[in-house]
């Protein structure tokens, strides 16, 4: 690989984490400078590891696990045009193309690619060889009777039947019968007023404003069809499986929590029916066909609260940033105490209905989730990871106790929603192996040459069908299914450095955890590093490597060890599986994760902290390449990478928040991507492709 360029000074005015201060404002409620919700006594997980060398071998598999995956055919028609591209990523002649391709560049199988060179374009930056288009941007119509974008002209109903804001989960699930054509499931985080509305006086918003941003968050489903003479992929808007959820939408509550007095309010006496699903971040696949998406930083929309329980969630005593409690008392904690219970789980979405319920299945925990992503054992449950994404907080993982059916039949579809509010919750508590003496939160290694330990998943409740049973002392089922994070800190789960997407490979079975930064690591009075977290002031972050007890799902008992320390190479205390460090691509705050058909781990990237833009990487997992790192696209300024979706021919990505960059506006816009100067800037998803038509990285 080449040498990389010098590294880019890193922007001004950034926060923890490479973020503007606006999208600290308006994506989690400024959870980098509020106080650490976790005040609990329970050992720290940090980051990384300083120059590896001679890594001690890992358990192998025992076994080859399969998780089922959306198709991977081809989608598209309505054309949208075409994402402004970087000087470096405009289309090769065919010329171009042919001698790119004839290169191949060294790698394995799957990451065969030119890599991106750092930098700061307001574009889309792929590679030599490759082409790219938007897919959909923020408020193309979907459905019947939504009319076309007028940002000065918008209405909360237009906005409804328009794509949503701020697209962050990607999924692409099969149509069969439909050639050419799949349907993209997107989530839609959060809105940022500043940018949305010419003029928005963030002291004064009005309902009209209130309403649009309501019908901006929530989840769309829409089908895409691929072009294919070339890998374009555009949306088929009005399409009957089109659909827009947002945040007035009704949904069901499941699990042991529905029901409860805790999730009681005067508008739903019953505590089985919510309006609406908040901040929406990562989620995952089913193998029976739905998707499951995290409400994450959902504290940041409720105003008003004096509770010990909602600090722990990070839940503010005043007014919030966009003023929702003015138009809606369920926003006020003081005037609904219980609403705030009813938000921060894993919603459950049914695509192929447009007329079902979706669900927030209880049982799987209520905190920040970041993410849902399945596995099956072997007789058929589900396993559902997923991480709390706040500083020294915990991951999680949830064990069905009800087997999957096969069919698609209404009676089937039935059972299995239904499979995630039967069983187990467990939280991980990591041990390392080295002695605490030497980890000095340098990344220096310890005298073994490696980060490395075993853990444990430590069981908080159990949901049946005949009710549940705490296995926490002195808190009840229902408590420890909405007050997680304290039934965390009771039995003493490892504190971790903002655990955000955790995926298994499908090839191998491992279980890779992205760990984003957390930049108070054993700062001031802050917990000090330990082997799993052992860099202090952890600006860079790092991915875990987990190994199931016997390569099994539903163990309670893993091996752990680093496998990639972020962070410039030359920094010492960087580590890429045993690499060499002058053949990578440097990278910086991992956040989601995906897999590529070959089991290469490709991470987007949230808040990167070197001077260029966040982006997309792959990296090997195993084989004798293992840990070879290669950065596939940047995206425009401001923006972060996320939803990557990863096929045999095309790769996706949402380009969230661009142009979020402190003093932008709609008036003086720091971004105009995608569609150039004198339009707003549009949040949206990107379709990239190799120019010859072959598959991506081979």
Known sequence: MRKLLPLIGTPSGSHPGGRSAMTCRFRCGDACFHEVPNTSSNEYVGDVIAGAIGRR????????????????GAAGVAQAPRAAAAPAAAAPSAAAASEAARRKPKGARGLRFAPVEPNTADAVTVPEGYKQNVVIRWGEPILRGAPAFDPEKQTAKAQ????????????????????????????H???????????????NPTREQAEIAWAAHGLSAVVVEGDRKSGKLTAVSRHELNRRVTATTEFRLTGPVAGSDLVKTSADPS?????????????????????????????????????ATDKRYGVGTGATERKWERFDKRFDVAQEPNEVHRFGYVVEFDPYDPTSTPRKHTALGRFKHEAATVRLTRDGRPVVYSGDDERFDYFYKFVSSKRMKHGTSRSVREHNLSLLDEGTLYVAKLTGDSPAIEIDGTGKLPNDGEFDGSGQWIPLATATAKGAVSHV?????????????????????????RPEDIEPNPVTGKVYVALTNNSNRGVGSNPKADEANPRHANKHGHVLELTERWNRPESTRF????????????????????????????????????FDPYGNLWISTDGAQLGSHDGLFGVATRGERRGELKQFLTVPKGAETCGP??????????????????GASVEKPASTWPDGPGTYVRPAVVAVWRADGGDIGV
């Open 271 to 307: 505590g089985t029916k919510v309006l609406g699903t908040l901040n929406n971040c990562s989620g995952g696949v089913t193998p029976w066909g739905t998707t499951l998406h995290g409400e994450e930083n959902f504290n940041q929309y409720f105003a008003n609260s004096s509770r």
């Open 645 to 662: 979706i990863i096929q045999d021919r095309r790769v996706l990505v949402a380009v969230q928040h661009p142009g979020e960059i402190d």
């Open 559 to 594: 091996a752990w060890s680093l496998f990639l320390v972020a962070g410039d190479p030359d920094d010492p205390a960087t580590y890429f599986a045993g690499f060499p460090k002058d053949a990578v691509s440097q990278i910086s705050c991992p956040d989601n994760v995906a």
């Open 189 to 203: 985080e959060y809105t940022d007023e500043i940018l949305m509305f010419r003029g928005y006086d963030a002291a």
């Open 57 to 72: 071998s890992m358990m192998r598999a025992a076994a080859v696990v399969t998780v089922a995956a959306a198709g991977a």
């Open 160 to 187: 409804a039947g328009q794509f949503g804001y701020n697209c962050d989960f990607l999924a692409l699930l099969p149509l069969p019968g439909e050639r050419n054509r799949q349907l993209l499931v997107a989530n």
């Open 473 to 497: 002392e002195g808190m009840s089922a229902e408590e420890v299914f909405v007050f997680t994070r304290l039934a965390g800190d009771k039995v003493g789960a490892t504190k971790m450095d």
